[in-house]
């Protein structure tokens, strides 16, 4: 990964011109170009835009419906495709007839497949072609699809994606080889090399399945080369009449050629068809799948109320406000775009995806819009995480960017972020290197420098300390000491954390060792894992007690800081209590209203009572109850009493 924003995507300077066209087609060639800034490749805006600003209108390089929407819609662009007089009711039909975003009269069948419109079959005519070559075996692709699935994953929708993908591919191909050009299966994939492929995150599982899905496909596309072959063998075995032998060298030289082509083309197919290019193709549309919605209700009542044409009935309003709660004609669906893959991601992005009320569109259709105030020349940005994800640790947000595509993250929120954790645990590291530089020989130093342990190390210090919890659980301490110091010795944070906490409080034969402890969690407090905020709230502890360290208040104040800033809800008890102190009342009503959210108890009793008295927050009586209700049913001391006794409760 580069500096500065995040990217994923492969030599973008190659492919500009693939993005500029995708602009064009967007109209969009002079608001947003490609060029590269400080930080690398990326899509800056020409002009200025202002907050809820539709800067991107995009229909998607191909898209799916989900396997679980009931809706009929069109294949191609998942427009839904519900009568009008289904949801609307018998006296505005002649009004909704204008306003109604779709045509059902324009709709067409082409082999079994509904499209809105004869543009969307000429659109969707390069899949097409490939999928009726057998359509038998095809349907057994799309009925596999549907048997692979995970927790948390959208593999089913993102496979139908990459049988699309790939048709529309072997279509270009064949085309422009039987048209005699020199090409290949990975010149045709041209079209897609800007998006970027992840597949390190798929099991052995997923990837072994797949193979079976390479050879379906395989099956399809195959079909019309293998039936030419077939046939031009069967013709020269048979022989045929020489009534012109002219003409007939002529036909035998043409046929010759087209049967090389052929041949050649399916040497091709049978190179390209392997788990590996399939493997590429399905890691591309989990990385950059976008998930679409379309509600032809909110759209027809937005439309109105846009024009003011139209004063509904109460009994109107209420007819239509059931039919948008029970979404009919609704779709929901998955799709790849060109220019949204092209923006970089930020964990602090200018742009956002709005909610469907919002859309004018019934279907696939994206729309972008602006999240901040963009200057002129600024580069637009995405979450390509959950945007509910990014008030999250950095390092939760890392691990959930590294797993969806592949790179860390280096925006400009991150590297902040970054540069702060860095600056505060400078001390831990002096400490690592004079230890080191001392070290007589005889032992190892905790804090010695460890290097990144490889994936089979990995695997066997979860195993170690997996067998570590299992003697803790036994009672066997001695035991789990040694297996959590041999997975520690694979740089396992959660084993040096463990141990840290082990001699920090003592537990069984393992009496307290404040040294020991200290050295552990000042190695896990180094390492770059999701569990680190917790070694840093401990040694916060350490050095606010004087255990084994010299009481230092500053750099507990650092280290809880530290924890609370990246989500670690008993350090921003800590921060809440530390302000509480100060009687900073403001600073310390933010803090445990965070770790309230946390499900810490003592917070969520804080925070009822600060809003009963209006203590750094104005006074509200309903949250109030709510927070000591929780804190009650925790049965945190006090909590009933206030409840029961307090007189904004009587």
């Known amino acids: 990964p580069r500096q500065g924003v995040s990217v994923k995507r492969r030599d973008m300077s190659v492919k500009r011109e693939q993005l500029t066209a995708a602009l064009t087609e967007a109209s969009l060639h002079d608001k947003i170009s490609v060029k590269q800034g400080n930080d690398g490749w990326g899509l800056y805006t020409t002009c200025a835009y202002s907050e809820d600003d539709i800067v991107i209108e995009e229909k998607p390089f191909v898209s799916i419906q989900d396997v679980y929407s009931k809706s009929r819609c069109c294949y191609h662009c998942q427009r839904t495709l519900v009568d009008v007089a289904r949801v609307i009711p018998t006296q505005l039909q002649n009004f909704a007839d204008e306003h109604w975003p779709i045509n059902m009269q324009e709709t067409r069948v082409v082999r079994d497949r509904t499209f809105c419109s004869s543009g969307c079959v000429t659109a969707g005519a390069d899949y097409l072609r490939q999928q009726a070559l057998n359509p038998v075996v095809y349907q057994s692709y799309e009925n596999w699809c549907k048997t692979l699935k995970a927790p948390g994953e959208n593999y089913c929708e993102c496979l139908l994606l990459t049988g699309k993908i790939l048709c529309k591919i072997v279509d270009w191909f064949k085309t422009a080889r039987l048209r005699g050009e020199e090409t290949t299966m990975l010149k045709a994939c041209d079209i897609i090399s800007h998006f970027q492929s992840t597949t390190e995150h798929f099991t052995n599982d997923v990837m072994d399945t797949c193979a079976e899905g390479a050879k379906l496909l395989l099956a399809v596309v195959m079909t019309d080369v293998d039936r030419f072959i077939n046939d031009h063998a069967v013709e020269a075995l048979n022989g045929t009449p020489n009534t012109n032998p002219a003409a007939d060298d002529e036909a035998q030289q043409e046929a010759e050629s087209k049967l090389g082509i052929y041949k050649s083309i399916r040497e091709e197919l049978n190179d390209f068809f392997d788990v590996k290019q399939f493997l590429t193709v399905f890691g591309m549309c989990t990385t950059n799948v976008i998930e679409f919605s379309s509600h032809p209700v909110h759209q027809f009542l937005a439309s109105v109320e846009r024009k003011g044409e139209k004063k ?51 279907d696939s259709t994206l729309t972008i819009i602006v999240k901040s105030d963009i200057r002129k020349d600024e580069q637009l940005t995405l979450s390509y995480i959950d945007p509910a994800r990014l008030d999250d640790a950095r390092l939760v947000r890392l691990a959930l960017i590294e797993q ?10 991150c590297n902040r972020e970054a540069s702060q954790i860095h600056n505060t645990l400078a001390f831990l590291r002096e400490m690592r290197d004079k230890e080191e530089g001392v070290a007589d020989g005889k032992k190892t130093p905790i804090l010695r420098k460890v290097g990144p342990p490889s994936k089979q190390e990995q695997e066997q210090a979860e195993s170690l300390y997996a067998e570590g919890d299992s003697m803790i659980e036994q009672g066997n301490v001695d035991e789990a000491v040694i297996l959590w110091e041999q997975a520690a010795e694979h740089c396992h944070q959660p084993s040096e954390h463990r141990l840290g906490v082990l001699y920090l409080y003592g537990k069984g034969s393992v009496e307290a060792d404040y040294t020991k402890a200290h050295q552990w ?56 209590c530390y302000y509480e102190e100060k009687k900073k009342l403001q600073e310390a009503f933010k803090w445990h209203l965070l770790a309230a959210h946390g499900d810490v108890t003592q917070s969520q009793y804080y925070v009822g009572v600060a809003y009963l008295e209006g203590m750094g927050v104005e006074k509200n009586v309903a949250s109030g109850k709510a927070w000591l209700t929780y804190a009650a049913e925790a049965a945190y001391p006090g909590a009933e009493e206030l409840l029961q006794a307090h007189p904004a409760f009587q």
Request: one cysteine or more; hydrophobic letters at 40%; glycine letters at 6%.
């Open 521 to 576: 969690l000042a190695r896990a407090s180094l390492n770059s894992d999701v569990n680190a905020p917790n070694s840093w709230h401990c040694l916060a502890q350490m050095y606010s007690n004087g255990w084994s360290v010299k009481v230092d208040a500053k750099r507990a104040f650092q280290l809880n800081y530290l924890a609370a800033v990246q989500g670690f809800a008993p350090a921003q008890l800590a921060m809440g």
């Open 404 to 413: 969806k595509c592949g790179f860390e993250c280096q925006c400009d929120k």
């Open 312 to 362: 509904f009935s109460k009994g109107e309003k209420n007819y239509l406000a059931k039919a948008a709660a029970d979404r009919e004609g609704a779709t929901q669906g998955w799709a790849l775009y060109h220019i949204q893959s092209a923006i970089n991601h930020s964990c602090d992005p200018n742009l956002k995806i709005p909610a469907v009320d919002q859309s004018k569109h019934c």
